[in-house]
């Protein structure tokens, strides 16, 4: 698991080395939670940065997916440009499915993902970060619809684990409903309650490694993100889940 990173060329050849060690194991797939570069006009809102990521990714000899954060389209309207525009041009790169892995993708919106590996299901889902939430009404409706389906069919499956990953920190510190993640926690939350301990969420966004409880029955985990150029490993022991740094 990556997650916000790389914010710098610097940053980009120490993702080389992580690239090489991911290379060296044996995983099922590798998820980054989006913000592939800062939001400049230079790197995630631009054209050259996200094809120069793309390249690079494809060096992964595992499977890999891919979420957007919020560096590559919602902030890139600081710049004068289009969201969605920006957002379309991440999809024409990085909505390429790992068949190893039998991606489904939401209908309209492949960076929705969710899939099936080793008795658990993963779901990925568009939530930008950045301490708000920019996706309008619908957008949001859409992301619930996928969750929601995505869930079910989980549970149909008798899922061990369920996984969901998204960029943004949902804040659950701040349980304020009066911000942009509230509705979020509160899906989240009855869904902790309904899976009781098979949920799991990782996202990205503060950049801070954290491995915790912030809802009763649900696991949060956050990988290291800029400066830090770190990798966390996942596996499931005698029914348990380890998360541990890539070596």
């Not at 710098?8 to 290379?23: P, Y």
């Not at 190893?100 to 993708?105: P, S």
Request: charged fraction near 25%.
């Amino acid at each position: 698991m990556l997650g916000d990173t790389p914010y710098s060329q610097a940053e980009a050849t120490k993702l080389d080395g992580l690239i090489a060690r991911i290379n060296a194991q044996e995983l099922a797939f590798v998820v980054h939670v989006g913000d592939i570069g800062t939001s400049s006009a230079t790197q995630a809102c631009g054209d050259a940065w996200l094809e120069a990521r793309q390249r690079q990714f494809a060096r992964i000899r595992h499977p890999f997916v891919l979420l957007p954060g919020d560096n590559e389209w919602t902030d890139c309207v600081k710049h004068g440009l289009n969201p969605q525009a920006r957002l379309a041009a991440w999809r024409r790169l990085f909505c390429v499915d790992a068949t190893a892995l039998a991606l489904e993708r939401q209908p309209g919106h492949c960076e929705n993902v969710r899939w099936q590996a080793n008795g658990m299901t993963f779901i990925g889902l568009n939530v930008p970060g950045r301490g708000r939430n920019p996706l309008g009404e619908r957008d949001m409706k859409l992301v619930f619809e996928w969750l929601d389906a995505s869930l079910a069919l989980a549970e149909s499956h008798r899922a061990q684990k369920i996984f969901v990953f998204l960029h943004a920190d949902p804040h659950f510190e701040r349980n304020a409903p009066g911000d942009g993640y509230a509705r979020l926690r509160a899906v989240l939350a009855t869904h902790a309650q309904w899976f009781k301990d098979r949920l799991v969420l990782v996202h990205g966004d503060t950049h801070v490694y954290r491995d915790d409880e912030p809802l009763p029955g649900m696991r949060r985990i956050e990988p290291w993100g800029s400066p830090f150029v770190r990798g966390l490993r996942a596996s499931l022991r005698a029914g348990e889940l380890v998360v541990e740094s890539m070596p």
